[in-house]
């Protein structure tokens, strides 16, 4: 794990300089979720700023897929969606015997101690909406399954009074030159991209210059929680880092997708 030198992404003065952390070759933000969150909301229109959120699964995808790598050192921040990587770099940040400071760690993510460290999509997409809401300003979702994009913008609506929102559920079923149409039209300050892990930032990357939006995200399976489809995991369950067990246990087909924690810990307990 090395770090990288600090850079200034929300300003001139120094207060506003964040550290970067770079891990298996990925920039990450080195910053608790509300200086991200103050950090975005300062974003302007027609920027097309890139937030990636990056979880264990996108880093096992990238230790694999070159081109997936060099897809994540090409966006504006990757924040840390999963506590795994948080635990991965308080192991790491030590040399010597990791078995024993895996367990510590451990317990102390079972505690709820690091919890402000991960900015979950799912969590940064409701807390953009919420003051977009507030602000006066748009939000666009695309993608995701059936209509679940555009009912994930009713029940926010529903949630944050005065939200206004477009959607569409983009390719194939909508050209892309269309779904870029839509967007610009409607002139989102935030753009939610749910094509799943991959083809969503190779989206973004290939698009981004035509974006009209303040930020652009790509959000997994939030549209499956804010559509009401899936339910997302209990308080308790978040502090502890463990969204993941519970949409296991909710949606027990995806198991062997989840196949990719044991093996991140694994590569993390044998680097050196």
Request: net charge positive; with cysteine.
């Amino acid at each position: 794990m090395k770090t990288m030198e600090s850079k200034k992404l929300a300003g001139k003065s120094a207060k506003n300089t964040v550290k970067i952390v770079k891990m298996w070759d990925i920039p990450f933000y080195g910053s608790k979720r509300s200086r991200v969150l103050k950090d975005l909301l300062s974003k302007k229109k027609g920027k097309s700023f890139w937030v990636v959120t990056v979880n264990p699964e996108f880093v096992m995808k990238s230790r694999k897929d070159g081109e997936f790598l060099k897809l994540l050192s090409k966006s504006d921040v990757n924040v840390v969606d999963g506590i795994g990587i948080i635990w991965a770099k308080k192991v790491l940040e030590k040399e010597g015997i990791r078995l024993g400071r895996a367990f510590r760690v451990g317990l102390e993510v079972l505690q709820g101690k690091y919890s402000e460290e991960v900015v979950a999509g799912s969590w940064l997409m409701g807390e953009l909406c919420r003051e977009a809401a507030k602000r006066g300003e748009k939000v666009f979702f695309l993608g995701g399954f059936g209509d679940r994009a555009k009912r994930s913008g009713e029940n926010l609506e529903k949630k944050y009074a005065g939200l206004k929102f477009e959607s569409c559920e983009g390719m194939p079923k909508v050209a892309n030159s269309e779904v870029i149409k839509r967007i610009n039209d409607f002139k989102p300050k935030y753009l939610f991209v749910a094509y799943g892990m991959k083809k969503q930032e190779e989206w973004i990357e290939k698009n981004k210059s035509k974006l009209e939006v303040g930020v652009v995200m790509g959000v997994g399976r939030s549209f499956d929680y804010y559509s009401g489809d899936l339910k997302l995991a209990p308080m308790a369950w978040r502090k502890m880092g463990l969204e993941w067990l519970y949409s296991l246990i909710k949606d027990p087909k995806r198991w062997k997708r989840q196949l990719a924690l044991p093996k991140f810990i694994w590569m993390v307990l044998r680097s050196r």
